[in-house]
């Protein structure tokens, strides 16, 4: 005769009740698994400096320093008109 067998389908008692509970292994803490998110360093709006689609940082014209964003947004029509020309522009033939 098992454990099992000598308790009653509707029993009571704490191994009974415990067998019930189903707690997901990722919810048990352990040394191996690390809950915690990893730390990233904050976007370039909170770093103060623009970046483009390949995360590269753009350069003032002249002086090869990082743009600050309020001088991104205050000359934005110009800055987004010489990229245009820029990718228009034809290689010249030497």
Same mark, same amino acid.
């Given at each position: 005769?098992?454990?099992?067998?000598?308790?009653?389908?509707?029993?009571?008692?704490?191994?009974?009740?415990?067998? #019930?509970?189903?707690?997901? /292994?990722?919810? !048990?803490?352990?040394?191996?698994? =690390?809950?915690?998110?990893?730390? +990233?360093?904050?976007?370039?709006?909170?770093?103060?400096?623009?970046?483009?689609?390949?995360?590269?940082?753009?350069?003032?014209?002249? #002086?090869?320093?990082?743009? /600050?964003?309020? !001088?991104?947004?205050?000359?934005? =029509?110009?800055?987004?008109?010489? +990229?245009?020309?820029?990718?228009?522009?034809?290689?010249?033939?030497?």
């Amino acid at each position: 005769m098992s454990a099992s067998d000598s308790h009653l389908a509707d029993c009571e008692c704490f191994t009974c009740k415990i067998k #019930t509970i189903q707690v997901s /292994p990722s919810a !048990t803490p352990n040394r191996r698994k =690390h809950n915690q998110p990893v730390k +990233k360093s904050g976007n370039s709006w909170e770093k103060g400096t623009v970046r483009d689609n390949r995360n590269m940082t753009q350069l003032l014209p002249g #002086t090869l320093e990082p743009m /600050p964003i309020k !001088t991104y947004v205050e000359k934005r =029509h110009e800055i987004e008109e010489g +990229k245009r020309k820029m990718a228009q522009a034809k290689p010249q033939e030497e």
